[in-house]
């Protein structure tokens, strides 16, 4: 089944590529295919295209450098400093660490520190999402239990 997911997938971006060629986009989402694939060496060559073709899309040279430091290649540092200069953001925990992970080795402490505030921050607010999710779940819980004390009561009446 997965198979035909990815050969969807991909027949759908090739069509897109056909009406719309060399779009940095397309050549992102053929990374990420072939990502999900388990198929590296493809997915860095569709994003080294994604980078080349818009060098002013911060996210595949996030991605890219990611790739890059996955596979054990240098530059990675270069496509994560570019990646920030074009404002890229980290989207969970642990892109935040790994940015912030990556300027700490290259001694880069405030651009370090801010990743990390961000990894924090963000764990934080999902701490506190699951908090209210959980009280709101008890909550909920606790409604129905007195709802349904009051209908036997008033059954009982």
């Known amino acids: 089944k997965d198979k035909q997911f990815y050969t969807g997938a991909e027949s759908d971006i090739r069509q897109a590529d056909f009406l719309s060629p060399g779009?940095?986009?397309n050549y992102y989402v053929f990374s990420k295919i072939k990502l999900l694939q388990f198929n590296i060496s493809d997915?860095?060559?569709w994003l080294k295209k994604a980078v080349d073709v818009d060098p002013g899309a911060a996210d595949p040279?996030?991605?890219f450098g990611l790739l890059l430091v996955a596979t054990g290649q240098p530059g990675y540092g270069a496509e994560f400093e570019k990646a920030v200069e074009l404002g890229y953001k980290p989207?969970?925990?642990?892109e935040a660490k790994?940015?912030?992970?990556?300027?700490?080795?290259?001694?880069?402490?405030?651009k370090a520190l801010y990743n990390r505030d961000k990894e924090i921050s963000i764990i934080e607010k999902s701490?506190?999402?699951?908090?209210?999710d959980e009280r709101f779940e008890n909550s909920n819980l606790?409604?129905?239990?007195?709802?349904s004390k009051m209908d036997e009561a008033i059954d009982s009446y």
């Open 61 to 63: 040279h996030y991605y």
């Open 98 to 110: 790994q940015l912030g992970d990556y300027f700490g080795d290259a001694e880069e402490y405030e």
């Open 23 to 25: 779009r940095q986009q």
């Open 142 to 147: 606790l409604d129905k239990e007195v709802l």
């Open 91 to 94: 989207k969970d925990a642990n």
């Open 43 to 45: 997915s860095l060559g």
């Open 127 to 132: 701490f506190k999402d699951t908090e209210c």
